[in-house]
């Protein structure tokens, strides 16, 4: 069974603090996506990475994708309260389109 | 230029009545899928289509519940003489091509529709 864990699980946080999320897998993704989902609504997509040791960044936001497709970070600098929410990475692994969702990170800024 | 749309938002039935749940996909999408997130849970793939077929529906449990994509109209997630345990948030998400290109594969997902059963 291929796994997402993601950690850490839960995370509260003054604004202005950085703030990293990580996404760990055993498996080898051809690419991995991470979405933030607010309460009562649907994920929406931040950012999909597909090269090994890709970097985007998204204003305060930059991403990872680990140089062997296994795993991902999103760091936050100089967090704000509209960061709130739950932080999702999901991923494909070869010739497949079942998103693989990892367990999630509860993220919560405090103003 | 509309998301993905499902309807209805909030859903609440009694045990052995049906549930129909319906996705509209974006614009130029046509693919669909079907995920399940139980409370606290992370998102579970059911089925995936395109416009007419049912390409993978392996995640789907093959009691009860079954899907469509017709050539006109949304895509319908049916569940038959739903129970307590079929209580939980049911996304839809589309994307416009299929696994062959990783970008135009990305699904992009719908606000959700909430299945409560009493």
């Known amino acids: 069974t291929q796994l997402l864990e993601q950690s850490p699980q839960f995370l509260s946080i003054q604004e202005g603090e950085n703030l990293t999320v990580y996404c760990n897998s055993s498996?080898?993704?051809?690419?991995l996506q991470w979405y933030r989902q607010e309460p009562g609504e649907g994920p929406v997509l931040l950012v999909t990475?597909?090269?090994?040791?890709e970097v985007k960044k998204l204003k305060r936001l930059t991403f990872q994708f680990g140089d062997a497709r296994k795993d991902s970070s999103l760091h936050i600098t100089a967090a704000q309260p509209g960061d709130t929410g739950l932080y999702l990475c999901?991923?494909?692994?070869?010739?497949?389109?079942?998103?693989?969702f990892g367990t999630g990170t509860r993220l919560k800024v405090l103003a | 230029n509309a998301g993905v749309m499902q309807n209805p938002r909030h859903l609440v039935r009694r045990r052995g009545q049906e549930a129909r749940l319906r996705c509209s996909p974006m614009?130029?999408?046509?693919?669909v899928y079907w995920y399940r997130q139980l409370p606290e849970e992370g998102l579970k793939f059911m089925v995936y289509?395109?416009?007419?077929?049912?390409?993978?529906e392996s995640g789907m449990p093959k009691e009860r519940f079954s899907a469509e994509f017709p050539k006109e109209g949304p895509s319908i997630l049916r569940i038959q003489q739903v129970v307590r345990g079929d209580s939980a948030a049911y996304f839809c998400?589309?994307?416009?091509?299929?696994?062959?290109?990783?970008?135009?594969?990305?699904?992009?997902f719908g606000p959700g529709t909430r299945l409560t059963v009493l």
């Open positions: 998400a589309s994307s416009p091509s299929g696994h062959m290109d990783l970008f135009l594969s990305t699904q992009y």
């Open positions: 498996s080898v993704f051809s690419s």
């Open positions: 990475v597909v090269t090994g040791g």
């Open positions: 999901a991923g494909t692994t070869s010739g497949t389109y079942k998103y693989i």
């Open positions: 614009k130029g999408h046509s693919h």
């Open positions: 289509l395109q416009k007419e077929n049912i390409i993978d």
